[in-house]
C-alpha cells in the first residue's frame, strides 16, 4: 500500500515535466510548449495574451499544422527549391540564435564604453565649433549683390536669407545653421568658417558644388562633447558589432575551409 502510494505521488509530480498537448491534428501533436512560445514571441510585437487570441492562436496552429502535413504528402519538401529554401530558412535561424546568445554573453562593460566616450572628449578638446549663417545662392552675380546690400546696411542678412537663400531649411531661420564644427560642411565652406574672425562677414561669396554661399560667423567656441548618457547607446552598440565581427573572424579562421576549384 505505502508502495503504491509512493508510485502514485512520483507520478504527480512528474506528469508537469511531460508536455501538455492544446491539440493534435492526424495525430500528430501541438504542445502547450510550443503554444506558449508563439504567444510569447507575438506579445513581445504588441499583442495581448488573452484566452480568445490563445484560442484564435491554437485555431492558427491547426491549420498550420493541416497544411504543413498536406505539403508533406505530396512531397512538396522534398522538391529542390523548397528544400534548398528551407535549408536556407534552418542556417539564418541557426545562425542568428548563435549570434544573440554569444551577445548576450558578452555584453559590453560600462569600462569599455567610458573608454570610448574619453577618447571622443579628448578629441574634442583641440576642435572648435562655429555658429554660422548663410545665404545660398545659384550664381555668383546674384551673391555679390545681395552681400552688397548687406554690407551696406539696406537690407538684413536674416531677410535676404528667407527670401533668397535656396537652403530652405536654414533660410526659414534667416540662414542660421546653428553651432557645428566646420568639419561638418563642404571643404570649401568649412575653410571659409575656419578662416573668418568671430562676428565676420566674409568679403566674397563661396562657390561649392551647392552654388554661392555669402557666409557669416557669429561665434566660435571649443568644441562641446555629447554627454555620456546621450551616445552611450551608440557606443555600446559599435563596440557589440566590432566584437561579434572579430568572434565570427575567430570562427572562420579556425575552421578547416577547403575550396575547391573549378576545371
Request: aromatic share 4%; hydrophobic share 40%; with cysteine.
Amino acid at each position: 500500500m505505502k508502495r503504491f502510494m509512493l508510485l502514485a505521488a512520483t507520478c504527480a509530480v512528474a506528469l508537469p515535466a511531460f508536455a501538455q498537448n492544446v491539440a493534435t491534428v492526424n495525430g500528430q501533436a501541438i504542445t502547450e510548449a510550443e503554444l506558449n512560445n508563439t504567444v510569447k514571441a507575438l506579445v513581445a510585437r504588441g499583442a495581448q495574451d488573452t484566452p480568445e487570441f490563445r484560442k484564435q492562436l491554437t485555431e492558427e496552429l491547426i491549420n498550420r499544422s493541416v497544411l504543413v502535413q498536406a505539403a508533406e504528402k505530396a512531397g512538396i519538401d522534398k522538391k529542390d527549391e523548397v528544400a534548398l529554401a528551407l535549408n536556407n530558412a534552418k542556417q539564418e535561424i541557426l545562425i542568428a540564435s548563435l549570434l544573440q546568445e554569444w551577445s548576450q554573453k558578452n555584453q559590453i562593460s560600462d569600462a569599455e564604453i567610458q573608454k570610448i566616450y574619453d577618447d571622443i572628449v579628448k578629441e574634442n578638446a583641440n576642435k572648435k565649433e562655429y555658429k554660422v549663417k548663410h545665404i545660398l545662392v545659384k550664381d555668383e552675380t546674384a551673391a555679390n549683390k545681395l552681400l552688397k546690400s548687406i554690407k551696406n546696411k539696406k537690407a538684413k542678412f536674416a531677410d535676404v536669407a528667407k527670401k533668397e537663400s535656396i537652403d530652405s531649411g536654414s533660410g526659414k531661420d534667416g540662414g542660421d545653421l546653428g553651432w557645428a564644427p566646420a568639419e561638418n560642411y563642404v571643404p570649401e565652406f568649412a575653410n571659409a568658417v575656419k578662416s573668418a574672425k568671430k562676428g565676420e562677414l566674409l568679403a566674397k561669396p563661396v562657390k561649392s558644388q551647392f552654388g554661392w554661399h555669402i557666409i557669416q560667423v557669429e561665434d566660435e567656441r571649443a568644441a562641446q562633447a555629447p554627454k555620456l548618457e546621450e551616445v552611450k547607446p551608440q557606443i555600446q552598440q559599435m563596440l557589440s558589432q566590432q566584437a561579434l565581427q572579430k568572434h565570427m573572424k575567430s570562427l572562420r579562421d579556425s575552421a578547416k575551409v577547403e575550396i575547391t576549384e573549378k576545371k
